[in-house]
T-cell receptor, first 109, second 113 residues
């Protein structure tokens, strides 16, 4: 099956710093989503981005499907950005999402 | 438009009891997915259902676990004779069709004592 690898596994930032999170996947996909799991465990949809670039406020994402990777950019980080960021892909067979192991982000004031 | 609703949010069961987890998808969504998140781990797919049909159950443990999504009412994930290793967060997601954006509920945190 498809393998999804995220890097880095952990990241500590000072408030105001920028960061880039990476997601590599091993096969072609029909769907790619980025999620933020906040400290209370809730999964928040960030981007639905099977290809191309999208921006939402301080966050943006780019997926290069032909090269099998996606990047999530966080600019001017805030303490509320802390939590775990997951990348998940849906295979060509359709249906289930396959999650990476996540990047745990901690933003210090 | 209400999101994906899961209940209960927290569930405590003694070893050997049954756990029933409920999920109501977003309005207009007929595809439901269940995932499990063990402590300090990522989310693992369990089962994919459409109304009255199980489409993919490749992630379901072979014994004690079952899922349904009846014509009327919520989807139910049922765990019989729970063991301590079943303690986890169980998330439900829904979408309009496969290959479209999936939205997650707040999860049910099951603790087996």
């Amino acid at each position: 099956g498809i393998q999804v690898e995220q890097s880095p596994p952990d990241l500590i930032l000072q408030e105001g710093a920028n960061s880039t999170l990476r997601c590599n996947f091993s096969d072609s996909v029909n769907n790619l989503q980025w999620f933020h799991q906040n400290p209370w465990g809730q999964l928040i949809n960030l981007f639905y981005i099977p290809s191309g670039t999208k921006q939402n406020g301080r966050l943006s994402a780019t997926t290069v499907a032909t090269e099998r990777y996606s990047l999530l950019y966080i600019s001017s980080s805030q303490t509320t950005d802390s939590g775990v960021y997951f990348c998940a892909v849906e295979s060509n067979q359709g249906g289930k999402l396959i999650f990476g192991q996540g990047t745990e982000l901690s933003v210090k004031p | 438009n209400a999101g994906v609703m899961q209940n209960p949010r927290h569930l405590v069961r003694r070893r050997g009891q049954e756990a029933r987890l409920r999920c109501s998808p977003m309005k207009g969504h007929s595809h439901v997915y269940w995932y499990r998140q063990l402590p300090e781990e990522g989310l693992k797919f369990m089962v994919y259902l459409q109304k009255e049909n199980i489409i993919d159950e490749s992630g379901m443990p072979k014994e004690r676990f079952s899922a349904e999504f009846p014509k009327e009412g919520p989807s139910i994930l049922r765990i019989q004779q729970v063991v301590r290793g079943d303690s986890a967060a169980y998330f439900c997601a829904s979408s309009t069709t496969p290959n479209t954006e999936a939205f997650f509920g707040q999860g049910t945190r099951l603790t087996v004592v």
